[in-house]
């Protein structure tokens, strides 16, 4: 079993729709949750860092994370074609020495 | 504030050759983590190195070995190159906190493409 699992889509919908980004996790020693942005045949982009459980708001972009299901959620608000890309989930335990990600949902954004 | 870099940007390579990659962190930043991301999967840890050690590493082959500079530089180095080798390299940096624990999260670089032939 994968330490991360997450769907890889690829995930279509139409600009202006909310997403629904998904990433389920086993090892209950991670803490820190991070949903990272790739655009093709570049580096990783820092979208959202959560600790623990509870949501975080950032402009169109809300993580959450259910550590009693081990589960965590990015929505993305009034999406844009701009915002086509591979997502990414990574975890870690407390001291960051490590991450694991998901394989990555890529998602499409049609005008 | 100059983010992570890495370098060269592609590099291709035959079976059993070596390769070095480079990374220099964030500005601040003293701990360089090393991911490789075959094609459709998600950056799969190779190893962490702080203070010029390797603090922790992955499942990977002792063909990948790597260094930190007193100027928290990194290379990774990988030996006998073969065919599955050919992935995106990708470095990453972040901040450690007492006892080497973090107290950050990794920012990456854009990444050293390499094709092994």
């Known amino acids: 079993q994968k330490e991360v699992e997450q769907d890889p889509g690829p995930l279509s919908v139409p600009e202006g729709a909310i997403v629904s980004l998904n990433c389920t996790y086993s090892n209950s020693a991670f803490q820190y949750f991070m949903w990272y942005r790739q655009y093709s045949r570049k580096g990783p982009e820092l979208l959202m860092y959560t600790y623990s459980s509870g949501n975080k708001e950032d402009g169109r972009f809300t993580a959450q994370v259910d550590k009693s299901s081990k589960y965590i959620s990015l929505f993305i608000r009034d999406s844009q074609p701009s915002d086509s890309a591979t997502y990414l989930c990574?975890?870690?335990?407390?001291?960051?020495?490590?991450?694991?990600f998901g394989s990555g949902t890529k998602l499409n954004v049609k005008p | 504030d100059a983010g992570v870099t890495q370098s060269p940007t592609h590099l291709i390579k035959t079976r059993g050759q070596q390769v070095t990659l480079r990374c220099s962190p964030k500005?601040?930043?003293?701990?360089v983590s090393w991911y490789q991301q075959a094609l459709g999967q998600g950056p799969q840890f190779i190893f962490q190195y702080y203070e010029e050690e390797e603090r922790q590493r992955g499942n990977f082959p002792d063909r990948f070995s790597g260094h930190q500079f007193p100027n928290y530089s990194s290379e990774l180095n990988v030996n006998a190159l073969w065919l599955g080798d050919s992935a995106l390299y990708l470095c990453?940096?972040?901040?450690?906190?007492?006892?080497?624990?973090?107290?950050?999260?990794?920012?990456f670089g854009p990444g050293t493409r390499l094709t092994v032939l």
């Open positions: 990574a975890m870690s335990s407390f001291n960051f020495n490590k991450f694991y």
């Open positions: 990453a940096s972040s901040l450690a906190g007492l006892a080497g624990g973090g107290t950050d999260t990794q920012y």
């Open positions: 500005s601040g930043h003293d701990t």
